[in-house]
């Protein structure tokens, strides 16, 4: 027998918002992590290490220093200085217990025992919150109903001065808005008079109010516009004369000029003293003037406030759309938003004085439209000059000494003494929809105008005297007219100003009258209309009455207001005047104008009281009238009787829709509250009870409906209208139940003098009863924990039961507080009804247009319900009655019809109107929690059952299922967001489920463990599967679990939006018991992890489909891919998703044509689906990682028992993926781009790196190194993820402060650290649970490769402490795993060793240390020795050293004399050589470190660093694992670079390094024949071909051990080298690499392979067809330079010269501003200098302590046999050994001169190797040089012209304008040695030397063919061109023509002895054999 708590109802997910600010404070406690990755970034704030030890920078720069200084003298065989060094390190402290014997399990218990402490209680604390747009759950109390604001101004009055002062001067200030022309507030009166000249009106003054002396205003607009002024009014005390000459003085006379004036201003002094006296009651208009307000606010600029009150009014999430549609029309424009302006304060100097005949408002806006135009009338009257300061600023949102438009006092209010500020009341320009608040009653009284002008007499001087008459008794006018300034708070009359000698006055006065709370039909405004006498005359009074009218304030019940034209009479009206109006003409009475009207004035009320609509008067009247009995009644004309009043009533409540919508929103709870009454209490009527219920019910959905549609722009996310929530939250009680509260206890009253702001502030009076008793009010003082603090948290919420045992409780029968009960709240014979009952009833039985209505706003009606059922719980005593009897069961069958029908609306509109469906959907899932805490749950599961029926019989049908899905799942989010959710799903006790709600289950229950038992336990494997045990035990688990695993499935619809709503629901959910303090304690929370136990085997079995957090994105690199090879035949896939799942929740099963069944057929690894996004993976990786970290431990080794091989080995997939997921990033990547932002594309490198790697190697985490430096892969993909993510934090700025890094750094590190160590404790957990089992060493390889990655990645020194203490246990029970099978564990196990040796942090080079000590030990043991282990740790740090950036070489020293430190002390070895074996093996590596030094110097110089890299792998030509690792690194380190050519190149060496050793082994022919296989491709490759027998020995262990030595390894490395010949732009080479690939994979019948082989050779050869036809840019594969080093400062590279390939279109401006800038920045400046020439190089006439560089642009160059072979673009410029470049020069040493003397050499280079080579700097190995002649250098020019002519006339499409160009510069008459010229010099004289007749004969066959061309291209040109270039086409011939003629001459001469041989000389080489040069030919 469970009762109702609420007290847990704030730990509901739905009612716990997840805010930024909390995640930060629970996060504050965390405890920082170290992390190598940050560590390295900065040495001097560096953890812990560094105080330990010896000062870092000193011992590398000794290190250093010694190896590389010694590196180039050493040989390498000499160990002496490695010795030297290594002996006096001092190394780091030892492991104690590392060397101990101690047994397996007793280590096993002593790492777990380590692993538990320190660890964070809450994982989903570290990640980030769930997402709150998904959030359809959340949920929160309405803000109390408080009275309605605008935007504030608070307005200071601080000095009004005058040029002269001689009388006292009254302000009037108000806000008019003059687009609307309309006044938008109460008038503000203020005295700023000083003591002396208020002295003058003692007389008539009594003592002021303090209420009356304030100065300050706060103005609300709730419509800003720029069209609103602040107006002042100035007015004076009455004296003879009018305006105009009361003003003259104060604008004429200045304050300089007083001395001058002084007798006029005494006798001005006089007079106005007199008229104080006598007239000083009396005022009249004196000045006006305008504030434009927007000026103020736009000049005084806008101000972001971040103060504490700002910050309060800041929407939150509950509200985000709760705003009132005057709060959003305020925000429209923000050029006049009055919210948060900087405060001005404002000198007004100029007043316009009044005018009597323009005093309305109708002339004030005139004037005010006229003050905004640039050319103001206003500006050219002669202004009343003086100084008005007035403060203008926003208004505080608690401001002190604050008094309501009431004149209460406001919370705080100190001191009643201090002067108070006024809050004025604002009239809106347009309507505002808010309920009453507050208890207002006030009227405004505007006299507007008055015609005397007929009437006779002295009657000029006219004012008018208002009072509120409360009967016809002249003494019984109330003091209900509020004072105005320094005069007293009320008073019983008051005046208009006076117009002087005006017989038809017009007023501005505004009367504030506050209405009596009860008005009578005798209640009466009564004016009487004086003549005063301004001049005092002997018998002249001084005021005269000379007429009077009146206004009867209710007519037939209600107040009358509006506009009035009034007749007056002369006479003093006869008595009961007051009922009747002066409309009517009473006998013996004299009127004005023949009883005209002629008095013009305005009532206006703002009332809590007089709804002022007729309808909303009609329904209020009649509800009294039955309420009081009073019968008969008059209403308006009519009479009812207690026949015609029920009549009457339900057109009443019919007519309700027809009210004002801006009244009867305001009056919506009086409304609403009358409605119930009617339901609950049907009213009796002669003694017959009339049942309203019906009519009552239909009212209510109207009202509901109009009063949401008049706030629809205000509602909450959810489409509520707070309004209304608030209404029944606050607002609504049960009829009857509030005299008093249960038990007697008084109802709480609000003090009238004191109310309070905010959510303080008192709902009108009838409000303020159910208030406050909210618990949610701070101002209403209770003491905590009593009885009414009890009841008002109880009353104050939605009326839910929260599912608590009372049995706790103190209000349980007999229980502390049991009191509660002692009285029965229903007390009386009066029929009643209860009003949920009656709800649920109407509803079910409502019309279609009313059922309609309800719909539409469902949500009101359900809250409505719940909480009259909390109520009537509460109030009858019933909390403590078992459930199923606390609602009768026709209530129940109500029930369930509405939420079928509710249920059959949602799923037949979710296609016609969704929105609807889904706030129905929502409306229907919280109704059903919220009866979860009141009704019997059983019934209700039956309702969630029934729901989830209909939607499965409609998804048959459903042309979009998606959607209905969708709203399923949010159903289903909703309901599991319910407080007591936990408790719901019955938790179990371990490993046997208790006793399900179903006989049939718990009969089967079985409380004992079967630990013991080897046979799969069906109790164990059932609590992992959604299974049908399950699901009917956790119920809602089963719902949420099941949605998870529909929406996971391939083929379900929409999958994309549902998996990302079923992954966030169930991760808020993990979330929220994470948060919530009753499952703190571990044990508690493996309980409610079992509710999840099926997670674990939905993400095992959706594993393909999960992201891949790998860096490259093809296929996901599977660890477990031995356990998966037969995976397509096996027959049961993983059983978790069990055809079961198919089943309704009901427990029938789905329709098999459903779309939402899943697949009968057990899942494959085929059906895989779109893959999930990162995000979604990542949450869903983090919700299985809190299930691993909270389960029983005991549980999981159970299940992992049970499970099938290819389960174990998808699990373990998943915990790789888990590691992968939670990697950290390091602090940099959080500076640049935001922590939750996820990966969505990886760049090409990765994409290509991904292609090889199968499984996890040492290539891969060298790859992974190599991208340490950008954690997010390169640089443009991290651009690219700021501008892509999907999701951000709420901030969107990328540049954070150092504490929001810092913070992001700190959490994401925990969270790394925790992912990780929940990894390592289920990896234990297998390991346990498989050690007898038969296939215990695939699993434990798999397990290894698990730990050996997460000991690659980037890792927390916590961490890897346990990981390396894991990695040593898992070492020494399973030895065989590294020392028998996989050389790769082995070789994978020492790079991640070896770099964390070499780690900056000292307690992970402790472990470290330890465990590569411990390795080899093992090994050892083994065998006696440790050649495997020695080999992979050289290779290892040859990789490393080769790649890592940021490593650090004197902490590896320190760490390799820390393991001969181990040795030496090793007791248990002594007598073996195992230590001398160590020694040697840690001096070896220590000379590696020692040569790779260089390379660290030489980071910055790519081709130096390539070229180091270069010689190392030489080096290590015999040792082909070694050479195999350094070419990967080269082209690591290329595509790093994007030399993808160069990448390529290294890939094909190791291609063909690898055949050369396959070729070794065994003879296949499938397979290349060594190096020879792959000459197409590269002629350097043959280097390659160095191995042979006697340098390999391929059977000795650790040689070519690698999985590159392998056909699947050379097919990687082929596949990788076309993946980089493709990015190079390289097409052809694909085709070459794939010849090669192709038969491999022919033999290996890998089809799928092959057709991808296809396919990329298609897109190749398609690539080369465009490009060849013109229709892709042509491809620019590189520039070429030689390069040339002089200078002892470049060392080795003094006096070398090499030719660079530089990027394509790489200019020499470029590559020497390069090189100068990189060699500068190296030697100093003004070291290096750039030869200019290409000249050769004198050394010594070079600066010797100068570098000197020569930079020349060379061209690829051909032999005519060449040119044969190479046909396309891509021959000449692949396969490049010659480079030519030519130097012009003539002999006095000048570069050009006259063409007779004209010569040019000719440099011919050869390099060592072709280009494209493995480096990008190759070594000039010949050169020859050839000198031409200036005829030779004629030759030459004339047979490029002659060619380019060709061209020009030869190209398809011709091209006119260049052939035109061509044509110009060919036969155009030209200065610049042009053909003519060469010609006249060459060919005018027979040259005498007869070895030149050859040169001269061809120079002369070069023009015969020159000319031809020109004919040709003329000819080619006049078939081009139109008419308008026939006369240049003319101009060409006559220019040719010329030439020809010129030529002839020297053309037809013949040379003697043509035919004689001339032999060449014998130095130079014959250049006229060669056809062309490469330039020339291009």
Known sequence: MENWMPRYQHLSAAYSPITSEMQRERQKALTHQVFEQDASGDEKSGPEDLMREPPAGVMAGDDSQRCSGSSDDTPRSSGASGIFDLRNLAADSLLPSLLEQAAPEDVDRHNEAL?????????????PAPDEDEAVERCSHPEPPREHFGQRILVKCLSLKFEIEIEPIFGILALYDMREKKKISENFYFDLNSDSMKGLLRAHGTHPAISTLARSAIFSVTYPSPDIFLVIKLEKVLQQGDISECCEPYMVMKEVDTAKNKEKLEKLRLAAEQFCTRLGRYRMPFAWTAVHLANIVSSAGHLDRDSDSEGERRPTWTDRRRRCPQDRASTKDDTCSFSGFRPATLTVTNFFKQEAERLSDEDLFKFLADMRRPSSLLRRLRPVTAQ???????????????????????????????????????FPAREVYAPHTSYRNLLYVYPHSLNFSSRQGSVRNLTVRIQYMASEDPSQALPVIFGKSSCSEFTREAFTPVVYHSKSPEFYEEFKLHLPACVTENHHLLFTFYHISCQPRPGTALETPVGFTWIPL?????????????????????????????????????????????????????????????HLDKFFTLVHVLEEGAFPFRLKDAVLSEGTVEQELRASLASLRLASLEPLVAFSHHVLDKLVHLVVRPPIISGQIVNLGRGAFEAMAHVVSLVHRSLETAQDTRSHCPQLAAYVYYAFR???????????????????????????????????????????????????????????????????????????????????????????????????????????????????????????????FFQLMVKSMALHLLLAQRLDTPRKLRFPGRFLDDIASLVGSVGLEITTRVHKDMELAEQLNASLAFFLSDLLSLADRGFIFGLVRAYYKQVATRLQSAPNPAALLTLRMEFTRILCSHEHYVILNLPCCPLSPPASPSPSVSSTTSQSSTFSSQAPDPKVTSMFELSGPFRQQHFFAGLLLTELALSLEPEAEGASMLYKKAISAVHNLLYSHDTDSRYAETTVKARVAELYLPLLSLARDTLPRLHDFAEGPGQRSRLASMLDSDIDNEGDFGGTINPSVAMAIAGGPLTPGSRASISQGPPTASRSGCPLSAESSRTLLACVLWVLKNAEPALLQRWAADLALPQLGRLLDLLYLCLVAFEYKGKKAFERINSLTFKKSQDMKARLEEAILGTIGARQEMVRRSRERSPFGNQENVRWRKSITHWRQTSDRVDKTKDEVEHEALVEGNLATEASLVVLDTLEIIVQTVMLSEAREIVLSTVLKVVLYSLGSTQSALFLQHGLATQRALVSKFPELLFEEDTELCADLCLRLLRHCGSRVSTIRTHASASLYLLMRQNFEIGHNFARVKMQVTMSLSSLVGTTQNFSEEHLRRSLKTILTYAEEDVGLRDSTFAEQVQDLMFNLHMILTDTVKMKEHQEDPEMLVDLMYRIARGYQGSPDLRLTWLQNMAGKHAELGNHAEAAQCMVHAAALVAEYLALLEDRR?????????????????????????????????????????????????????????????????????????????????????????????????????????????????TYFRVGFYGARFGDLDEQEFVYKEPSITKLAEISHRLEEFYTERFGDDVVEIIKDSNPVDKSKLDPQKAYIQITYVEPYFDTYELKDRVTYFDRNYGLRTFLFCTPFTPDGRAHGELHEQHKRKTLLSTDHAFPYIKTRISVCHREETVLTPVEVAIEDMQKKTRELAFATEQDPPDAKMLQMVLQGSVGPTVNQGPLEVAQVFLAEIPEDPKLFRHHNKLRLCFKDFCKKCEDALRKNKALIGPDQKEYHRELERHYGRLREALQPLLTQRLPQLLAPAPAPASLRNTLNRASFGKADL
Not at 398 to 413: A, G, R, T, V
Not at 845 to 854: D, L, T
């Open 115 to 127: 692993r538990r402490q320190h660890r964070s209680q809450a994982l989903l604390t570290l990640y």
């Open 388 to 426: 008005l300061k007035i403060d203008i600023s926003p208004a505080p949102e608690n401001p002190h000494f604050c008094l309501s438009p009431e004149l209460l006092h406001i919370k705080p209010y100190p001191d009643p003494r201090a002067r108070p500020t006024k809050e004025i009341l604002e």
């Open 554 to 614: 209710l007519q037939h019940g209600r107040l009358r207001t509006g506009p009035f034209c009034l007749p007056v009479s002369v006479d003093q009206p006869p008595p009961s005047y007051s009922v009747l109006t002066p409309d009517v003409a009473l006998p013996g009475m004299r009127w004005v104008d023949g009883h005209k009207g002629v008095f013009s004035v305005e009532l206006s009320a703002v009332s809590s009281v007089h709804p002022q609509d007729p």
């Open 734 to 860: 049960l009829p009857g139940t509030e005299p008093s509260l249960p038990g007697g206890a008084p109802p709480v009253t609000v003090q009238a003098a004191t109310l309070a702001h905010g959510s303080g502030r008192p709902v009108s009076l009838y409000l303020a009863r159910s208030k406050s008793i909210s618990s949610s009010n701070p101002d209403l003082a209770m003491v905590p924990g009593s009885v009414d603090d009890e009841v008002s948290r109880i009353l104050a919420s939605k009326g839910i039961d929260r599912s608590h045992s009372w049995v706790n409780s103190a209000y349980a029968p007999g229980g502390s507080k049991a009191v509660l009960r002692r009285a029965p709240p229903y007390c009386g014979a009066e029929p009643r009804q209860l009003l949920h009952e009656e709800l649920a009833l109407q509803w079910v039985v409502s019309s279609s247009a009313v059922r309609e209505a309800v719909l539409q706003h469902a949500w009101f």
């Open 1566 to 1678: 499938h397979l290349p024949v060594g190096c020879v296989s792959f000459q197409n491709i590269s002629s350097n490759v043959l280097e390659e071909s160095a191995i042979s027998d006697d340098i390999l020995s391929p059977d000795e262990e650790g040689f070519c051990s690698g999985k590159h030595f392998t056909e699947l390894g050379l097919v990687g490395l082929l596949e990788q080298a076309a993946a980089y010949f493709t990015m190079g732009g390289l097409y052809e080479a694909v085709n070459e690499v794939y010849k090669n690939l192709i038969p491999i994979l022919e033999a290996h019948r890998d089809y799928k392979k092959l057709a991808a082989v296809h396919g990329k050779l298609q897109e190749a050869f398609t690539k080369i067809m465009h490009q060849s036809s013109g229709w892709e840019p042509q491809r620019v594969f590189g």
